[in-house]
């Protein structure tokens, strides 16, 4: 299997910077199935040609194989050592990991720089043929070059297989290309040759960062990625789409804060200005705003639940608790749990916390939470954000009745977050006041929308 990098970007030796890969050597990289080797056939100012070439060692190839075969032979008769599969990500992540993490000693500049690129990959499988694999990168920007090849020559009536050489050009940095191969190289194949578990959707996520979110067959993608396995697509999804997109006309400038960046830097403020030294945030997902709380020595206590245990073992990597001194590691804890049982672990805060929890539950199960956070845990204060169904109609690719993500149950206006909101508040002894999230449209206010809850029996 080859993949080839050609730049024609004066000077074009600067991919052997880029590449950390040095155009006057060969170099070789051992893989657990065999080795990847990299050389330049060409290498001018004017055009550079990185080639990785992929050495599949069948033997090795047997011993090294531990996923379930479809057929009893299927170890010993396959076509792994021929195509470009997950084995060439593999490669990819080793050979190149320097530049697909972004990093230039000699020349930095060039690691965010745009530059013109044709990628060259033979041979690819692609189940679902060549629909599916433009499906994949035209959304993305590739120009998209295709040549089939037949199942047999000597019989062409058999018609095309399902393996093609594929030209991809585009005006990238090289480290996002990268990335985007990374991934969708065995999206293409809809196999992998290792296992697939959990810390497959962190490699999703961070090669997917910037790209995967509004790609539209992110779904499909990640489905394929994750060999089908339900449960993981679902976590990873949940992860993915938690953002949304802000309206095209609205677009931040590359300086501006994400709405979902915004909701959890009001958040924190807020907590700043009440005083708090103690926090729960009953429902953490991967722990963004547990690191805003934990950057801030007010907060003494920080207690982050969720009842994705899978989100709870991301945020654990993120916050680096293992890694934090004693006294800082003491001040957070994270728990599983859910947010309709009673669980006295959430009892005894000084304020709680749910940015956009509510609306990933059935509406008949919001009285068991309200019992939860407002009867049985009681914080002195607490902080509910949830979206503005009102700003649906600004989201372009948004269709009328349709939710911004797809695990909602439910999305309110503005006055029927209010009414809920003023119920909690006084059945259960607080005081409630309301405020926008985000670029507030006169008619529409704010895609998202909180509610403060200050205890007064």
Request: net charge negative.
């Amino acid at each position: 299997m080859l993949l080839t990098i050609t730049t024609k970007r004066y000077p074009a030796t600067d991919l052997g910077y880029l590449l950390h890969k040095h155009p006057a050597k060969v170099q070789t990289v051992e893989l657990t199935a065999g080795s990847a080797h990299i050389f330049y056939p060409e290498a001018t100012d004017h055009s550079c040609t990185a080639a990785l070439l992929l050495d599949i060692d069948p033997v090795r190839l047997v011993r090294g194989n531990g996923n379930g075969h479809d057929f009893a032979l299927e170890q010993y008769v396959n076509d792994r050592p021929y195509v470009a599969s997950s084995f060439m990500s593999a490669a990819i992540s080793q050979a190149y990991a320097t530049a697909m993490n972004g990093r230039c000693k000699d020349k930095p500049h060039l690691v965010d720089e745009a530059i013109p690129f044709e990628i060259g990959l033979s041979v690819l499988p692609v189940k679902g043929g060549e629909p599916l694999l433009r499906q994949f990168f035209e959304p993305l920007g590739y120009e998209v070059n295709v040549q089939a090849h037949l199942l047999d020559e000597q019989y062409p009536a058999w018609g095309q297989s399902r393996y093609f050489n594929v030209t991809l050009r585009h005006t990238l940095p090289l480290k996002t290309i990268l990335k985007q191969l990374y991934i969708l190289v065995p999206v293409c194949d809809n196999d992998k040759h290792y296992f697939v578990g959990g810390h497959e959707i962190e490699k999703l996520m961070e090669k997917g960062e910037g790209w995967l979110d509004a790609h539209p067959a992110k779904e499909l993608i990640t489905r394929r990625y994750l060999r089908n396995i339900a449960p993981l697509a679902k976590q990873a999804l949940e992860l993915i789409m938690k953002d949304e997109v802000l309206p095209v006309e609205e677009k931040p400038a590359k300086d501006k804060v994400k709405l979902h960046d915004l909701r959890l830097l009001t958040v924190r403020d807020i907590l700043q200005e009440l005083n708090v030294s103690t926090v729960a945030d009953m429902g953490c997902g991967e722990g963004k705003l547990l690191r805003l709380l934990m950057e801030k020595s007010q907060f003494k206590k920080i207690l982050g639940m969720d009842v994705s245990y899978r989100a709870l073992e991301i945020a654990l990597d993120k916050v680096k608790l293992d890694r934090l001194p004693e006294m800082q590691r003491n001040r957070i804890q994270l728990i599983q749990g859910s947010l309709t049982y009673r669980d006295k672990r959430l009892e005894g805060f000084d304020a709680g916390v749910l940015v956009e929890v509510i609306e990933h539950l059935d509406e008949s199960r919001l009285q068991a939470l309200e019992k939860v956070v407002f009867e049985y845990a009681r914080p002195a204060h607490v902080i509910i954000t949830t979206v503005n169904a009102e700003y649906n109609v600004m989201y372009e690719k948004l269709t009328a009745g349709s939710f911004r993500h797809g695990d909602h149950r439910f999305e309110w206006t503005r006055a029927q977050f209010e009414t809920w909101a003023n119920g909690v508040a006084a059945q259960f002894g607080y005081i409630v006041s309301f405020r926008p999230l985000g670029e507030i449209d006169e008619t529409l206010g704010g895609p998202s929308q909180l509610a403060l809850f200050k205890r007064s029996l």
